[in-house]
């Protein structure tokens, strides 16, 4: 994703997609997260993503509460997941 | 990979290094960069990459670019629209000469994928640039040869800035089920038979697919004009949960 995205316009999760996968070896973006703050169960891909190239931070396509945020610095990368009681990766085909 | 496996194949995403064999002029603002990426482990259609560019100095810019071409090609082609005063793209809708190189990772974004496994119908609408993931997703149904019904609606500016024109004419008159609405939103040529305006319901709603038949629904382009379709589609009773929404940035005028 962008480095200047702008952070009142979001794309989506989906654009994330590089670098989610700087942590985890499967993709994410067609994983399936569950809200804290509504329940609401969508996929990361689908989530709204704030952020650029060195962070993101996903909020909930419901109710707009964080469900991921995730930083690189030069000294490693943060991630946080407060706001998601769990997630589930599908079995894809192909 | 067979439909069995548990999760998806845990992968190592590493920068890889494309070689840029051809470049296509597609419009007077886009160009497509043909490349040749050793290692290229294959995509579905709807996936991207990450571009790098690293300067003299060693600063680097990273932008995310959707795959243009079908799993089936030979090469890996992104098309690339030039935002005036970006960072990226004047680089490579301009300079990009053949030989070139730059790195990339990917295939990324399992979630806005289209195969034909995954049936249809099959409807996509997209502005401006927008357009690319959409027809890596219509190159891969040609060339699977398989007739899911398919439709897309298109925006563009002008006439000239219809990306993949010719392309999209003879997918349509392999009359295979594909159905292809132009609509042009700053001006429109002589005897034009097309849309003459912005996406809006009731172009959603008569070149569309009802929502009782489910289509699978993908839409790419400036974020203006991915809200608006995306919501109209489900104030006309589609399932959100059917529709994939891809925004590219700003609205920049298109579409
Ligand atoms: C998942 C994903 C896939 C993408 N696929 C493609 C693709 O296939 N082809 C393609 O051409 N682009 C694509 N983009 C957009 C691309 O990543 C860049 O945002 C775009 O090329 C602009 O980068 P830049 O460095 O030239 O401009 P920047 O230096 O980032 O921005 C310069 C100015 O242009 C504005 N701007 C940024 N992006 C856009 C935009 N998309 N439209 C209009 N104005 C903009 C900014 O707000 C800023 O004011 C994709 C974006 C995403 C998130």
Redesign the interface.
């Not at chain 1, 316009?9 to 654009?15: E, K, Q, R, V």
């Not at chain 1, 990766?89 to 192909?94: D, F, L, Q, R």
């Not at chain 2, 994939?244 to 700003?250: A, D, I, M, S, Y």
């Given at each position: 994703?962008?480095?200047?995205?702008?952070t009142n316009?979001?794309?989506?999760?989906?654009?994330a997609?590089?670098l989610l996968?700087?942590l985890f070896?499967?993709?994410l973006?067609?994983a399936n997260v569950t809200c804290v703050g509504c329940g609401t169960v969508a996929?990361?891909?689908?989530e709204r993503a704030y952020g650029g190239?060195m962070g993101v931070v996903l909020r909930c396509v419901h109710c707009e509460a964080v469900v991921l945020r995730m930083v690189r610095t030069p000294a490693g990368c943060w991630l946080e997941m407060l706001g998601a009681r769990n997630l589930f990766?599908?079995?894809?085909?192909? | 990979?067979p439909?069995?496996?548990?999760?998806?194949a845990?992968?190592?995403?590493e920068w890889l290094t494309a070689t840029v064999t051809d470049v296509i002029v597609e419009t007077p603002r886009v160009k497509s960069l043909v490349q040749d990426v050793p290692r290229w482990p294959g995509h579905?259609p709807g996936q991207?990459?990450?571009v790098r560019l690293t300067g003299e100095d060693g600063y680097q810019?990273?932008?995310?670019y959707s795959i243009a071409s079908a799993p089936e090609a030979a090469h890996l082609t992104l098309t690339v629209e030039r935002i005036e005063e970006g960072?990226v793209s004047p680089y490579l809708a301009g300079e990009v000469r053949p030989g070139d190189q730059f790195e990339l990772?990917?295939p990324?974004?399992?979630?806005?994928?289209w195969?034909v496994?995954a049936q249809g119908p099959l409807f996509l609408i997209a502005g401006g640039s927008g357009i690319v993931p959409l027809m890596a997703m219509l190159r891969h149904r040609a060339a699977a040869s398989v007739a899911v019904p398919a439709r897309l609606i298109y925006s563009s500016r002008t006439f000239g800035d219809i990306i993949y024109r010719d392309e999209l004419d003879r997918l349509m008159a392999r009359r295979d089920g594909l159905e292809i609405v132009h609509t042009l939103t700053r001006s429109q040529p002589a005897g034009w038979s097309g849309g003459m305006r912005r996406i809006d319901r009731e172009m959603v709603a008569s070149a569309g697919f009802p929502s009782s038949q489910r289509p699978r629904t993908f839409i790419c382009g400036p974020?203006q004009l991915v809200e608006y379709a995306a919501s109209t589609l489900q104030e006309l009773g589609h399932e959100a949960s059917l529709i994939?929404?891809?925004?590219?940035?700003?609205t920049g005028g298109v579409g």
């Open positions: 994703m962008s480095e200047h995205a702008d316009a979001p794309l989506d999760g989906n654009s997609a590089g996968h700087e070896a499967v993709d973006t067609s996929e990361i891909g689908r190239a990766v599908p079995a894809v085909e192909g | 990979m439909a069995t496996e548990a999760v998806a845990p992968r190592r995403l579905r991207h990459v990450d810019a990273q932008r995310s960072e990772r990917g990324i974004g399992g979630y806005f994928v195969t496994a974020t994939k929404t891809e925004r590219f940035g700003p």
